[in-house]
């Protein structure tokens, strides 16, 4: 906007001096008109000098050196009267005043036009020497202190997956003469605060390259075009200053997909500039050390074009950190700032699930500023905790505040998923549990397929919803409630029955037949299939009833069986908040050779000190801080 002003102003200015100089050149060029009468007075007077015909028009310069002029109304009758005298007279072609001044008009409309054209020119990037659209947006890094991995903790993962970038660019004939083609870009997503713009600085810092940060909001302006020449000067700039980082934060800004709701700006402006983007992502050549980073909260309404292969097509998740990863964050910032020498941190990260690394940031400094306060020479345990109730106090972020009873709700209903889907055959394996928040979901339990699944078996798909339906079973046989926790799994559950009765003829009752269900259009070509009776339709929604529900008793026979099982492991996913793949293979295995961790409160007493630094139970045990500081 401010640009569309200071283009208005800028053209207003040279309208004006143009019609200036328009003016001023006339009255300059154009001689005082007289009557003729006059002129033939000063004849007779013999004042005239000289004289220029020039059609009808006679220009003369009187004795006392005036420039002047008049029209004659016959030349004719004028030059004998001329000859006589002692005066020089020339004659012109014909050339009107009125003719000069369409000229003079012309010249300076086509100037007007040519500032307007090289202005417009100079927004659009077409020229070398825009700066307009840099000065604006980027901000180069490389005087700056560099940040390094270190100051990036708690993300283990991610700090891992993005290892190869570095390297990449620290040393990219290694790997363009194996032939091997490194991600072009990589989209970090998560919540605010957890790290993204840190993570890709410190990816710079470690590779020593510069770092060209912007947000997708820089490039959504009113005027069409700025956007999208803003991403060619970007990308000009750092290819000159290649190997090096592009950091676009906020990428939903530009690269929401059409008609995603908060959508910023013109469609066609935010179109524009997302196409320049995509063109000069692929117009990377293998030679180019260039890796783009973006980050976004909001991965759900991106344009699906950007995470194409060869675009964005490596995407890391970054949750807020787990109990482990607010330990290790908050032992950076403790570096920082004096805290007492034994003081537990692991108990202040024990208490602040929920908080991301900026929370935890921003934690360590109120300590830091309440101690000083209290005259005190290093920061003391009360007061995290008096940091820690003002931040939670004052900062109305939902979602930051997770009450205790939500968190065991959420740990028994993920850990029921795990068991359940731990007890039967064919499931997929558990991949992953966590219990940190994310967006609408409460906690989330992954399961991934050991191979590539084409065709599923019944037995497969009745195990997948009894999974699903394991969170509901265990809230309510250990804690006896319902929640609104379960209602994605029981979407998801009731979603598969239907379509194994109506789709795949699974059921027995109503045979191997395919059923249009209503208009709920989920198969399509359904206008090719007959059209069933009203009492099909009843009988499908009781098979369907049916189905879902010997799968619920089925979790629930489960959960009643391992119910011991299903207490530890929640109790342990309480204190880490998450476990991987490994951790619940340490869990299982312990629990089922009735070793060490039968029970949490055992597992201190029984496990060696090797065994508790491996089991995620170790923070509930006796060797607890050893572990911890190993
Ligand atoms: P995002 O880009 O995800 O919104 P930032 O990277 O801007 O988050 O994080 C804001 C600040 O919070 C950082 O500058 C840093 O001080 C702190 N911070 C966030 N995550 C971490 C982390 N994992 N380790 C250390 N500091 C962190
Ligand atoms: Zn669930």
Redesign the pocket.
């Known amino acids: 906007m401010a640009l569309l002003i200071r283009n208005l102003f800028i053209g207003l200015i040279l309208l004006i001096v143009a019609a200036t100089a328009v003016v001023f050149w006339n009255l300059e060029t154009r001689p005082e008109i007289i009557n003729y009468t006059d002129f033939l007075a000063i004849l007779n007077k013999g004042e005239v000098k000289e004289v220029r015909l020039r059609g009808g028009e006679v220009c003369f310069t009187d004795s006392n050196g005036r420039e002047l002029a008049t029209f004659s109304p016959d030349i004719d009758v004028l030059l004998p009267k001329l000859m006589g005298r002692q005066v020089v007279v020339s004659a012109r072609p014909e050339h009107s005043y009125l003719f000069l001044n369409s000229v003079s008009l012309g010249i300076s409309m086509l100037l007007i036009l040519g500032a307007w054209i090289f202005l417009a020119r100079r927004q659009q990037g077409g020229k070398e020497e825009s700066d307009f659209a840099k000065d604006k947006v980027i901000k180069y890094h490389a005087s700056e202190k560099q940040v390094t991995f270190k ?5 283990p993962e991610a700090k891992e997956e993005l290892m190869e970038i570095i390297e990449f660019l620290k040393n990219p004939t290694h790997f363009s003469r194996i032939g091997a083609s490194i991600p072009k870009g990589v989209l970090l997503q ?10 890709a600085r410190a990816i710079a810092g470690e590779a020593g390259v510069p770092f060209f940060s912007f947000s997708g909001s820089d490039f959504v302006e009113m005027f069409v075009g700025v956007g999208a020449s803003r991403v060619r000067d970007l990308f000009k700039e750092a290819k000159k200053n290649a190997p090096c980082i592009i950091f676009i ?1 906020e990428i939903d800004a530009v690269g929401a997909h059409r008609g995603a709701a908060g959508a910023m700006g013109g469609q066609d402006e935010r179109g524009q500039t997302l196409n320049a983007l995509l063109v000069e992502i692929d117009g990377f050549s293998s030679t180019d050390t260039i890796v783009v980073l973006a ?1 976004t ?1 909001r991965p759900d309404i991106l344009d699906p074009a950007l995470l194409r292969s060869g675009r964005f097509d490596r995407q890391i998740n ?1 949750l807020p ?1 787990d109990v482990k ?1 607010r330990l290790k ?1 908050l032992e ?2 403790a570096q920082r700032v004096k805290v007492m020498k034994d003081i537990d941190l692991f108990s202040v990260a024990r208490s602040t699930p929920g908080f ?3 929370d ?2 921003n934690l360590v400094n109120e300590a830091a500023l309440l101690a000083a306060r209290h005259g005190k020479e290093a920061i003391e345990l009360p007061d995290f905790e008096a940091a820690k109730d003002r931040i939670l106090m004052g900062v109305e972020r939902k979602g930051l505040i997770i009450t205790e009873k939500d968190r065991r709700t959420m740990a028994y209903h993920e850990a029921g998923h795990a068991i359940v889907a731990r007890f039967l055959p064919e499931s997929d394996p558990v991949h992953k549990i966590t219990i940190i928040p994310r967006g609408r979901a409460m906690g989330n339990t992954q399961q991934l397929p050991l191979k590539d699944r084409h065709a599923y078996s019944k037995v497969y798909l009745r195990t997948r919803i009894t999974t699903l339906l394991g969170g509901r079973a265990a809230e309510e046989i250990v804690l006896a409630q319902q929640t609104t926790g379960a209602q994605d799994d029981l979407f998801r559950a009731t979603e598969i029955a239907m379509k194994m009765i109506c789709k795949w003829g699974m059921s027995e009752t109503m045979g191997p037949l395919a059923y249009a269900k209503d208009d709920s259009g989920f198969l399509g070509e359904q206008t090719t299939l007959m059209a069933h009776s009203e009492e099909t339709a009843r009988r499908i929604d009781k098979e369907i009833k049916v189905l879902v529900e010997g799968c619920y008793r089925e979790a629930v026979a489960i959960i009643n069986q391992e119910k011991d099982f299903l207490v530890n492991l929640a109790e342990i996913l309480l204190q880490t908040e998450t476990l991987d793949s490994e951790e619940l293979r340490i869990i299982f295995d312990c629990t089922q050779k009735k070793q060490a961790a039968a029970t949490v409160s055992e597992h201190g007493e029984d496990g060696s000190l090797h065994e508790c630094s491996t089991c995620p139970a170790a923070a509930h045990c006796t060797h607890m801080q050893e572990a911890i500081a190993s």
């Open positions: 100051d990036v903790a708690g993300i998560g919540p605010p605060g957890t790290g993204k713009t840190l993570l934060d980050a909260n970054i950190p990863g964050i950076v910032y991301t690394g900026a935890l940031a």
